[in-house]
């Protein structure tokens, strides 16, 4: 598969980690996304593709795309045999200004783009990127769209304030410390996270410290569960199991089994750092 990413100018670079291009046939026909702590937008230039939200969710057809906010628990993506993308990995509170409605209203929900910028504007702009020549002007002409967009968000400089140091940390941190430094009030907090993430700051730390937690596991070496569970600052091992199993569905010996079958069938493929195959 081909993929292109790069960081957009600011003031989009403080809601987003990097804009996308994807294209080509998938590893797997689907895959499972364990919970990262961020939020996606996919504009679709292919056939169709499916998601699932979460084991209690149908799954559902997506045409134009879909925008995910940040996921309290794995989802399945059912790709086509080849597929065609342009899209946007914000950071967790990113996603906000770009949305009519609180994100809290979309959390393990997935909903198409045609539902959050309606479908004229949606349609134009998948057809302006059919047409660009090349990755990096389709790039550029999401940026755009996404400059054009950007507008006031209140709240914006609490909730972004507050998850950057969840992000420095890993998750490690007191939400309550957070709270007084900023003077405000648990409720206060806590409502204006879910309108903008969509989650509230302790589920937001959680799943920091498990993402960084994930990406210290070296998959062709052996894992010391008890020494990588304390290292994180899990109480204990069983803890650990515990939250492994909310946020992918797998047991730590199960996670790293299906780890290793995507290393040994597709070594060194563009998606081999964290979706997992789902068949």
């Given at each position: 598969?081909?993929?292109?990413?790069?960081?957009?100018?600011?003031?989009?670079?403080?809601?987003?980690?990097?804009?996308?291009?994807?294209e080509g046939s998938p590893p797997?026909?689907?895959?499972?996304?364990?919970?990262?702590?961020?939020?996606?937008?996919?504009?679709?230039?292919?056939?169709?593709?499916?998601?699932?939200?979460?084991?209690?969710?149908?799954?559902?057809?997506?045409?134009?795309?879909?925008?995910?906010t940040t996921p309290t628990r794995?989802?399945?993506?059912?790709?086509?045999?080849?597929?065609?993308?342009?899209?946007?990995?914000?950071?967790?509170?990113?996603?906000?200004?770009?949305?009519?409605?609180?994100?809290?209203?979309?959390?393990?929900?997935?909903?198409?783009?045609?539902?959050?910028?309606?479908?004229?504007?949606?349609?134009?702009?998948?057809?302006?990127?059919?047409?660009?020549?090349?990755?990096?002007?389709?790039?550029?002409?999401?940026?755009?769209?996404?400059?054009?967009?950007?507008?006031?968000?209140?709240?914006?400089?609490?909730?972004?304030?507050?998850?950057?140091?969840?992000?420095?940390?890993?998750?490690?941190?007191?939400?309550?410390d957070l709270r007084v430094a900023?003077?405000?009030?648990?409720?206060?907090?806590?409502?204006?996270?879910?309108?903008?993430?969509?989650?509230?700051?302790?589920?937001?730390?959680?799943?920091?410290?498990?993402?960084?937690?994930?990406?210290?596991?070296?998959?062709?070496?052996?894992?010391?569960?008890?020494?990588?569970?304390?290292?994180?600052?899990?109480?204990?091992?069983?803890?650990?199991?515990?939250?492994?199993?909310?946020?992918?569905?797998?047991?730590?010996?199960?996670?790293?089994?299906?780890?290793?079958?995507?290393?040994?069938?597709?070594?060194?493929?563009?998606?081999?750092?964290?979706?997992?195959?789902?068949?």
């Amino acid at each position: 598969m081909e993929y292109v990413s790069r960081v957009p100018r600011s003031p989009l670079d403080g809601l987003i980690d990097d804009l996308y291009y994807l294209e080509g046939s998938p590893p797997y026909a689907r895959l499972t996304l364990p919970p990262a702590p961020g939020a996606l937008l996919i504009v679709n230039l292919g056939a169709p593709f499916h998601v699932r939200g979460g084991a209690d969710t149908e799954t559902a057809e997506f045409a134009d795309g879909c925008v995910v906010t940040t996921p309290t628990r794995a989802w399945d993506f059912g790709y086509p045999l080849r597929t065609r993308s342009v899209g946007v990995h914000f950071k967790s509170w990113g996603l906000a200004p770009f949305l009519p409605m609180p994100a809290a209203e979309l959390c393990d929900r997935p909903v198409t783009v045609e539902q959050v910028w309606g479908r004229p504007a949606t349609a134009e702009l998948q057809d302006r990127l059919a047409t660009a020549d090349e990755p990096y002007e389709m790039l550029a002409l999401l940026e755009d769209e996404l400059m054009r967009r950007l507008g006031e968000t209140p709240g914006m400089g609490l909730v972004r304030h507050t998850s950057s140091v969840i992000a420095a940390t890993s998750g490690a941190v007191a939400i309550g410390d957070l709270r007084v430094a900023a003077g405000v009030s648990s409720t206060q907090l806590t409502l204006r996270f879910k309108e903008l993430v969509g989650v509230t700051p302790k589920r937001l730390a959680r799943a920091h410290r498990f993402a960084a937690t994930m990406l210290t596991i070296d998959p062709a070496e052996p894992v010391d569960w008890g020494d990588l569970a304390a290292r994180a600052g899990y109480f204990d091992q069983a803890h650990f199991g515990h939250e492994f199993r909310e946020f992918t569905g797998l047991t730590p010996t199960q996670y790293l089994e299906v780890r290793r079958r995507f290393l040994r069938e597709h070594p060194g493929h563009t998606l081999d750092s964290w979706p997992l195959p789902a068949d």
